[in-house]
């Protein structure tokens, strides 16, 4: 039997650790004769912002893809409130709550910002598609509360005032907002962040750290980047990925100083 662990949260609460809200157990995926991730262990507990880091392929965008069902690992299992996932579908982890921004953007060209980020709405689409098509009542219904949480998910990242503009005339960094909007459309209970800093600066960066710290009340998220001074301000726990395994887990501080963590950030530079 393990004992319960505690977590300290940044705003200084400690509580008594219960079961994780997702965890992913043992997780091996090889690509033909390369593994990308080899027996990874991570758990999330709710609210909490947790990082992933780690140099350049080390795995953090498969690992990511497990998690949201993009790629079926070869082993390993992944489980929901302590309850083991049977289903690693796509859509079945989006009903469940998980949603994700990519790497990039994903964002889709032919969309305005507003469509875009309905796109992530729809898991809470109720009405099928012959009652759209014969616009019955209960799907204009639907459709305007789809639109009601779309309309939300955008005001919460201020590019509200962008809803009918092409992605692609706005500033990148506009942009990212408007992918992180279209993941919260979707009410997730697990936020995946890939590398949600790239390419912003200074003031965007601090105002990102702002938005997941304040994200973290009502969901747990898992951020992948490579800033460092973010990822440390921002996260209560961190599992640092070298090559495909997980080579230190815990709190930042601990995490800094670790000795593997260091080499392996010293190989990097060096590879440079
Ligand atoms: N679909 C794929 N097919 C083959 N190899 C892949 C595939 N996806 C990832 N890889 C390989 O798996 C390893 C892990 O890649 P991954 O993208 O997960 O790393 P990462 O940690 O996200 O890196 P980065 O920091 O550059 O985003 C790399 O060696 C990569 O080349
Ligand atoms: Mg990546």
């Known amino acids: ?55 350049n392929g080390a795995g953090k965008t498969t690992l990511f893809n497990v998690c949201c069902g993009f790629v079926r690992p070869d082993q390993g299992t992944l489980s929901w409130r302590g309850t083991r996932l049977p289903d690693l579908r796509p859509h079945r982890l989006t009903r469940l709550g998980i949603a994700r921004t990519l790497q990039g953007l994903g964002l889709f060209r032919g969309l305005t910002v507003a469509e875009n980020v309905l796109v992530g709405a729809d898991r809470f689409r109720r009405s099928g598609f012959v009652s759209a098509l014969l616009a019955l009542p209960r ?38 907002r408007v992918a992180l909007a279209r993941a919260l459309a979707a009410e997730p209970e697990l936020l995946l962040l890939d590398e949600p800093a790239a390419g912003l600066g200074h003031d965007d960066m601090e105002e990102l750290a702002g938005t997941v710290r304040r994200l973290a009340e009502r969901m747990a998220v898992v951020l992948v980047d490579h800033h460092m001074d973010l990822v440390m301000s921002v996260c209560d726990r961190l599992t640092v990925l070298d090559f495909g395994r997980v080579i230190a887990a815990g709190e930042p501080e601990r995490v800094r100083d670790d000795p593997a963590v260091v080499d392996a950030y010293l190989g990097e530079e060096a590879d440079r």
Request: net charge negative.
């Open 1 to 55: 039997m393990t004992l319960p662990e505690t977590s300290v949260h940044q705003n200084g609460r400690t509580e008594p650790e219960k079961t994780p809200l997702f965890a992913a157990d043992g997780v091996t995926v090889r690509f033909g004769g390369l593994t990308a991730l080899d027996g990874v262990s991570v758990d999330v507990r709710s609210h909490e912002v947790h990082g992933v880091i780690g140099p």
């Open 139 to 176: 799907a204009a219904r639907d459709e305007r509360a789809l639109a009601e949480r779309a309309e939300r998910a955008m005001a919460e990242v201020g590019v509200l005032e962008h809803a009918h503009a092409s992605p692609a005339s706005l500033p990148y960094p506009v942009r990212k």
